[in-house]
């Protein structure tokens, strides 16, 4: 599997993800679906299916969390910058059965909230969430907040995610054990 | 109890007692007599490039402003107003010539220097006596970017200090254009630990096959030839050509170096994958011509660990510092560095190095540094069981021949080896005993 991140690839991210339109998607059964494909994505992950999870992301994907607000990835390093291999290569190694920081795995519940679903070019979407992961692993409860950018796009019939974008709102600060997903 | 007394039961020549990463007095006595007393990493130059920027950072648990002043000069002043005790900056980082004061508008310039209070009239004092100029680290000095504070008034130079550490630092920096990197934000990291259990780990690789197996196996997953990232731990790495030094003062070295052909492009071939790796390897390889294989290990990570005590590890491209928080917490920052090309030695390729460089430094603190932090934090954890006193260091001690004095005064022995632990534990030992010459600075 190739890596498709190019300059073209960043400039895109970059502008599309610091721009956010103002007004929602009119259709409420598009706003709906959206919302079934978040809360779906968010039950996974509390359920540790990661290929599950996987599979809802296109071929060529990226989740991106951020180390500064609004950081450009091709300027600084991020929190997490995945592209679909690295993304996959996440999931094998929290398979492995040697990834001491998810040993035991951390036990979460997500709650979304605010969704807001926005034209994008073409076929795709892009939906604004607020998030409160609730994690609690070792002893001890932990919440992780913020939210998230996601662009989906319609390929045969259903959509994908491309690009999830993770706004911690504590991202450019010192975090604790950050190997789940979030 | 005589002190140095008290600190030789603690640190004995193959263990240590466990208090010291978990008594608070004996923290609070290190915020002194290590963190006052040694030279300690407080910033990197391009953090603060121009006149008045700013940066804040702190030396020990004392909040500090790292400052490039008006007149160019670099400082470290205390952040606390000398009115209340209120931090005076509660911005990360700007450009500023004077800080004010929140709570009751008292102004300082960036040299330390009081501007001014609000209604002088209610004063009987004379404001321009220095007490009330900001508290500032009296020694500030920079080694070829890094920039280091002291408050002790007999340390020697800070390139005294660094001593042998300086060889690698500079074989470090000048694998680079010009000779220089530039901070480009970092992966920043908590584990609720004794700072001394990163620093310990700094050099060690005898964790690495263990601590990071889900990271050797997630790289090689793909690889016919699975010899990507720090495989050459797998085996027997003491036979390896790689070895630890330790130089005194504390600092040490690990260097994996030999493990490799000495060629351009042999250190990009340890790579594993990357996002972006395919575009950027190939536009680099098309357009910077006899510079591209020198560009692609520039996008690298570099295979040393060179650790400069207590504070900061230079470790494969990133500049890591550990900041201690309280007695079982401790912050890590992993500084991502980019490549400067001011000369174009890289033929146009820098932006190209960098973008791909970013991808491959978040990979460690990724998959990686996860799972020692959550190692020391079960350090910290199995530490509270009081009976079970002693931490062992032992590796490699007493077996004929393993740790081998240089004729430079430096120690080597094979990579897996923990002499470099026993002796920066010793070198703890003699400055927690040392009563140090410490005191702030104010402009007169």
């Not at chain 1, 491309?162 to 190997?179: G, K, M, T, W």
Request: hydrophobic fraction near 35%.
């Amino acid at each position: 599997m190739e890596s498709p991140i190019d300059p073209a690839f960043y400039d895109e991210l970059v502008r599309t993800f610091s721009a956010w339109p103002e007004r929602e998607v009119p259709d409420p059964a598009t706003r709906e679906h959206c919302r079934m494909l978040l809360h779906r994505e968010a039950r996974l992950l509390d359920q540790g299916r990661f290929d599950d999870w996987l599979a809802l992301y296109a071929a060529h994907c990226v989740y991106w969390i951020p180390a500064t607000p609004g950081g450009d990835p091709r300027r600084e390093v991020a929190v997490a910058f995945d592209d679909r291999r690295r993304l996959e290569d996440r999931v094998y190694r929290l398979g492995t059965g040697n990834a001491w920081s998810q040993l035991p795995a951390s036990r979460t519940v997500r709650l979304l909230s605010n969704i807001e679903v926005f034209p994008g070019t073409g076929t795709s979407l892009l939906v604004r969430s607020n998030f409160l992961v609730s994690e609690w692993r070792a002893g001890e409860t932990h919440l992780w907040s913020g939210w998230c950018g996601q662009r989906l796009r319609l390929r045969e019939g259903r959509y994908e995610i491309e690009v999830r974008q993770v706004n911690l709102i504590d991202c450019d600060q010192h975090l604790r054990n950050p190997s789940l997903i979030l | 109890m005589n002190t140095s007394t008290f600190f030789e039961g603690l640190v004995h020549e193959d263990r240590v007692h466990r208090s010291i990463y978990t008594d608070a007095a004996i923290f609070e006595r290190e915020m002194t007599h290590i963190f006052g007393a040694v030279w300690v990493y407080l910033a990197h130059e391009s953090q603060v490039p121009k006149p008045d920027d700013f940066i804040t950072a702190r030396l020990g648990l004392r909040p500090l402003i790292v400052t490039r002043d008006m007149n160019g000069r670099l400082r470290a002043l205390y952040n606390r107003c000398t009115h209340r005790g209120a931090r005076i900056c509660r911005q990360e980082r700007g450009n500023a010539r004077t800080f004010q004061c929140a709570y009751h508008g008292w102004t300082y310039f960036n040299t330390g220097k009081l501007r001014g209070v609000p209604w002088p009239e209610g004063y009987a004092c004379d404001f321009k006596d220095a007490q009330f100029n900001l508290a500032q680290v009296p020694r500030v000095e920079s080694y070829r970017g890094f920039i280091f504070g002291t408050l002790n008034l007999d340390a020697p130079p800070l390139a005294d200090y660094l001593g042998l550490a300086r060889k690698p630092i500079d074989e470090w920096l000048d694998r680079h254009p010009g000779g220089k990197v530039e901070v480009r934000e970092a992966n920043r990291l908590k584990f609720k630990g004794n700072w001394k259990l990163a620093y310990d780990n700094a050099c060690d690789g005898y964790h690495v096959v263990f601590s990071h197996r889900s990271l050797l196996q997630m790289e090689n997953r793909n690889e016919p030839d699975p010899n990507k990232g720090m495989s050459f731990y797998r085996g027997k790495p003491d036979e390896a050509p790689m070895y630890m030094q330790y130089f005194g003062n504390g600092h040490h070295f690990k260097d994996k170096r030999p493990n490799y052909e000495k060629r351009p492009g042999a250190l990009w071939e340890l790579e594993a994958a990357h996002p972006g790796q395919e575009f950027f390897e190939k536009r680099i390889r098309e357009t910077a011509g006899p510079a591209a294989l020198r560009a692609l290990d520039l996008a690298a990570a570099e295979t040393v660990n060179i650790n400069v005590f207590p504070n900061l590890s230079i470790l494969g491209n990133h500049i890591q510092v550990f900041t201690p928080v309280a007695v079982d917490e401790t912050d890590t920052t992993w500084y991502a560095t980019a490549v400067v090309d001011e000369a174009n030695e890289l033929n146009g390729a820098a932006d190209d190095v960098n973008a791909l460089r970013m991808r491959t430094q978040e990979a460690f603190p990724n998959f990686g540094e996860v799972d020692d932090a959550v190692n020391f934090e079960e350090i910290q954890k199995g530490l509270a069981a009081c009976e079970d006193e002693w931490v062992y260091m032992h590796r490699g001690l007493g077996i004929e021949g393993r740790v081998q004095k240089q004729p430079d005064g430096s120690i080597k022995a094979p990579a897996t080896d923990e002499a470099f632990m026993r002796e920066h534990m010793r070198e703890w030992r003699r400055l927690m005993s040392a009563e140090p010459r410490i005191a702030v600075a104010r402009q007169p």
